[in-house]
């Protein structure tokens, strides 16, 4: 379904506000379209002559006698004159309320859409695969997430305001016009088949200028959200006139984006004004012949009031033009978003998966792994864990040790094998509850710039104080704590700048401890600390093993010794498994991973 039809679909829970914001516009058109056309009245009074005129004028007039009848009709001149001005503040009055009333529908609606489509769009991207988030800069996401989607604002706001409802202007005026004299009317009309050729082929070169503009937009967004998360390693390395000169490329692209589409769309609105312009010259030359002819087709009051029509014509005529221009960016950023949201999830439960449940052991049953398009990093893993056990997994680097454990809360599906839970496959356990059961603490320690506490009782809202006071003591973060300035009301920093590297694994350590999960995955949780860090942290960690089945990822094999067992990777399969003395005694390659960081 093309990108226009499925934003239509977003004003359908909207279609009550949507129907009463045309409904106040075509008020509006017709008590603007009446105030005009009581210039009839107004003028025939004003010069003496009776206000509607006699029977046989135009259709306009008809109306006018049947609307207001002897308002304007009877007594003495000042008299209708005084009444024509009163309706026409009443009507004036009458219009502008709805007016206001459809402005305001109006942006109800576009920013209500815009916040279904910018919830709908977060939600999905929380669903999607890792691999996409590591293919996809995160400024393109930012674009598509914050730019598009407001983006999208313009074209509701096109299709409401512009097309719809200039539309319904429009057709009134068009109306009168009609009313007033449709020979006149027809040879205005002569200039609309003129002005659609000459407009359409500026609109297809706009449709494919804004498509690029609102990709390179993406990628100024892509180079600031990178820079600004680079920002020590930019100074570290005296980078800043060489990022300045990259950012000034991507500046000047987008530049010269802009401008090309501006081109053809700052050229719709003066190209509408210049057939515009010839339309009310015809008016005038026609319009004259039939007023001042031997035998008039029309009325001098006629004509003036078809004149100021057809001038407020020209306003809704411009808006309706640009439209195309408007929607040809609009609808660009909306192929952006729904690009996105057509990618399959593969995250959220499915029919038939139950909550997950772990009593006795976890198995890798010939279990491989490769990312897409690439050589498997796991092969054929056969592995078994029981309840209770601290198991390490150590090897070279790219050996598979992280993509092993990532498997277990399901971030990626094996390419072959299974892994099983008690027996039960773990794709038939949701990933909500399958997770519930593990806590993670990772190298890269992620934090929220939040207060302490709320990085500690992160993605809940039902933990206590004390509660997080305790999972901060065992985590040996309840002294440095209390030395922030506002203690656990304390804003960390965007990614817990504020903090030291071993402060902010201490607060991940009390995020696992808060959550008590049976299973805790430790992937190089101590490996950048400095020493007097990494003893306050492997003391918190290895409080939180207890009686907890454990997975770590360690370089540093001191940390690994009094595992109960040591899986040995290499080159994505398990080439070792045991003890650590028994691994010594091996003499394989744990023995000479082991000799190369302890030799003296």
């Known amino acids: 379904m093309r990108s226009g039809a499925r934003l239509l679909q977003l004003l359908r829970p909207y279609s009550f506000l949507f129907t009463a914001a045309i409904l106040a516009t075509v008020l509006a058109s017709v008590l603007d379209g009446f105030t005009i056309a009581l210039l009839i009245p107004f003028l025939r009074t004003l010069f003496g002559q009776q206000a509607l005129g006699p029977a046989g004028g135009s259709a306009v007039q008809a109306v006018l006698a049947r609307l207001t009848g002897a ?50 769009l977060f939600r999905h991207l929380q669903l999607l695969p890792l691999g996409y988030f590591q293919r996809t800069k995160v400024g393109q996401s930012i674009a598509r997430l914050i730019y598009d989607t407001d983006a999208v604002k313009m074209a509701v706001s096109a299709a409401l305001a512009s097309l719809l409802q200039n539309s319904v202007m429009i057709v009134v005026y068009l109306a009168i016009l009609v009313g007033l004299s449709l020979r006149l009317t027809l040879v205005a009309l002569l200039f609309a088949p003129v002005l659609l050729f000459v407009i359409r082929p500026l609109i297809s070169r706009l449709r494919r200028r804004s498509s690029e503009l609102v990709t390179e937009r993406g990628e100024l967004t892509s180079h600031v959200s990178e820079m600004m998360s680079s920002v020590k390693l ?16 991507l500046a000047d692209r987008y530049r010269k984006r802009v401008l090309r589409a501006q081109r053809f769309s700052s050229l719709t609105s003066p190209v509408t004004e210049v057939f515009g312009g010839m339309m009310i010259v015809g008016i005038l030359w026609y319009g004259t012949l039939l007023a001042l002819g031997d035998r008039p087709a029309m009325r001098p009051e006629e004509l003036i009031t078809f004149l100021v029509v057809a001038l407020r014509l020209m306003s809704p005529v411009k808006s309706v033009s640009n439209y195309p221009a408007v929607m040809a960016g609009a609808l660009a950023s909306a192929g952006r978003v729904y690009e996105v949201l057509d990618l399959t999830p593969d995250e959220g439960d499915r029919p038939g998966e139950t909550t997950a449940q772990f009593h006795e052991r976890i198995e890798y049953r010939r279990v491989s792994f490769a990312y897409a398009d690439e050589a498997e990093v796991l092969r054929d ?59 993670i603490v990772s190298q890269e320690t992620i934090l929220l710039n939040d207060t302490v506490f709320a990085n500690i009782a992160y993605g809940r809202t039902d933990f206590t104080l004390d509660q997080v006071r305790a999972a ?31 402060q902010r694994q201490r607060i991940a350590i009390a995020r ?58 290499h080159e994505g399969r398990i080439v070792e498994c045991g003890s650590h003395a028994d691994l010594l005694a091996a003499d394989g390659l744990y023995r000479r991973l082991y000799n190369l960081q302890f030799r003296t």
């Open 512 to 569: 696992a401890v808060l959550r008590d999960p049976p299973i805790l995955i430790l992937d190089e949780a101590t490996s950048q600390l400095d020493t007097e860090s990494e003893r306050l942290v492997q003391d918190a960690i290895d409080r939180l093993m207890r009686h907890r089945t454990v997975f770590v990822i360690a370089h540093r094999l001191a940390t690994v010794q009094h595992a109960d067992r040591i899986v040995v990777l």
């Open 71 to 120: 308002l304007i009709t009877a007594g003495a001149p000042q008299a209708a004159l005084r009444n024509v001005v009163v309706i026409l503040l009443v009507a004036l009055v009458l219009k502008n309320a709805a007016e206001y009333a459809a402005a305001y529908w109006n942006v109800v609606i576009q920013e209500s859409v815009v916040r279904d489509l910018r919830l709908r």
């Open 234 to 249: 930019v100074r570290a390395y005296v980078a800043e006139a060489f990022e300045l000169s990259r950012f000034k490329a």
């Open 472 to 502: 901060a003591a065992a985590a040996n973060a309840e002294d440095f704590i209390a030395r922030l300035p506002e203690a656990y009301q304390t804003v960390l920093g965007e990614r817990g700048t504020r903090l030291s590297g071993g």
């Open 381 to 439: 893993v056969e592995l078994e864990v029981r309840r209770g056990q601290v198991v390490a997994v150590v090897g070279p680097s790219g050996a598979g040790k992280t993509t092993l454990v990532d498997l277990l809360p399901r971030f990626y599906e094996p390419t072959a094998g299974a892994l099983f839970m008690d027996g039960v496959p773990i794709t038939r356990y949701t990933r909500r509850s399958l997770r519930a059961l593990m806590g």
